[in-house]
Structure formats: C-alpha cells, structure tokens
C-alpha cells in the first residue's frame, strides 16, 4: 500500500476526500481494523489534528467510505441498467461497462465492505439493502425489455451472483480477456445473441478490437 503524501503549504490540514482516499487504500489492503487515525495521519503527513477539523471521530471516516461505496457502485450499478437501449442484450453490455471501468463499479471496495459486513451487523443490513438495489434495478431492465417476471429475477440474481463470485475469486482474468467473453455473458443471461453491432459498440467505448 502507497499512500501519496499531499503537497500542502503550512498550516494546511488536508480535505475530507484526501482522508477518505487514504482510508480507502488502507481499507483495501489492510482491512477495516487497520484504518486508525494516527497511522493516517502520519502517512498523510499531517497531524491527528487535522483530521478532527474534518470528522468528529473514527466512525464518520468509516461512514464516508460506506456512503462513497454506496453512490460509486450501487449509483452507477443503477444508472447502467437504466440506461437507454434498444434491446435486453444492448441493455446488458450498458450493465457490463460497470465490471470493465473501474471508475464506473470498484470491484476491490466492494470486496472490501463485504468482508468488513461479516463482522458489523449495521454495515451487513446496508450491503443486503444495496443488494437488493442493485437486484430490483436489474429485475427492471429485464422486464422493460418484456422478459417474465420470474425468469428477469432468476437471470438478475444469476448476474450478480456471477459478478461477486467473479471478484471474491479474483481470478487475475485480464480486461482483453474479460471483453472477447463478455458477448457469450451476454448470450448466456438472456438467452439471445448480441448482434455484430452491439458487440462493436460495446468493444469500441471500452476501446477493445474484436
């Protein structure tokens, strides 16, 4: 873990985002036991201090991160399915951007609150929340482009299942590798092939020749 020490004048005592960022690597790394105020500080360069001009306590630190993880990857996981398409396979490559742009969907965050949720029962009732979220918006792609109700849940389930089982495995599959499978994903989720046009469009906004 690098934690990049900020250019700062004197007196200077950081932001909340620069906190956050270094709690956020150390989270990562580390693990939620590991992120403690004064080794942040330190890394940072700045003083215990500083931190409390921007939190009360350990806790709101942690809070910002679970509200970043909730905006970042349950917001954009949302938005993706929600996006315009013109067909169930086009709305699903909307979907995929999240599990190839890492500044859509953090895979390594996500895999870090599930594990924190194992052992703190508020976070645990916030990631099932999320969950459930990221299931019904799913669920509401499928139906839009007139799948049955209980076959959209069952195949939106199999999605996410299939994308948490993919990053708890972290199976170090390269993004040229995850992009030449992802129009078989597709096939295999909903039960059509993506045309040659979708599969281009796909490719080409992921900058990926077929």
């Known amino acids: 873990m690098t934690i990049q ?3 700062k004048t ?6 909340a985002d620069l906190w956050i960022d270094a709690a956020y690597e150390v989270l990562i790394d580390g693990g939620v036991e590991a992120v403690k105020v004064m080794p942040l500080a330190k890394a940072l360069g700045l003083s215990r201090t500083s931190f409390y001009w921007h939190f009360t306590d350990r806790e709101a630190l942690l809070a910002a991160i679970i509200d970043r993880w909730e905006a970042k ?5 949302v938005a993706r399915c929600t996006a315009p398409a013109g067909s169930i396979c086009a709305a699903i490559f909307n979907l995929f951007d999240c599990w190839i742009d890492e500044d859509l969907f953090d895979s390594r965050l996500d ?3 599930r594990n924190w949720a194992l052992t703190d029962a508020g976070l645990r009732a916030r990631v099932n929340a999320a969950d459930a979220t990221r299931l019904a918006a799913m669920r509401d792609m499928f139906d839009r482009h007139g799948q049955d109700g209980r076959l959209a849940m069952i195949r939106a389930h199999t999605m996410i299942f299939t994308q948490v089982g993919y990053y708890t495995m972290q199976l170090g599959e390269s993004i040229t590798e995850r992009l030449d499978r992802m129009p078989l994903y597709v096939e295999a989720f909903t039960g059509q092939a993506p045309s040659k046009a979708e599969i281009a469009e796909f490719y080409a906004r992921h900058g990926h020749d077929a």
Request: positive net charge.
């Open 73 to 77: 990857n349950t917001g954009n996981l």
């Open 5 to 7: 020490k900020p250019d």
């Open 111 to 113: 895999l870090a609150i």
């Open 10 to 15: 004197h007196g200077w005592r950081g932001s």
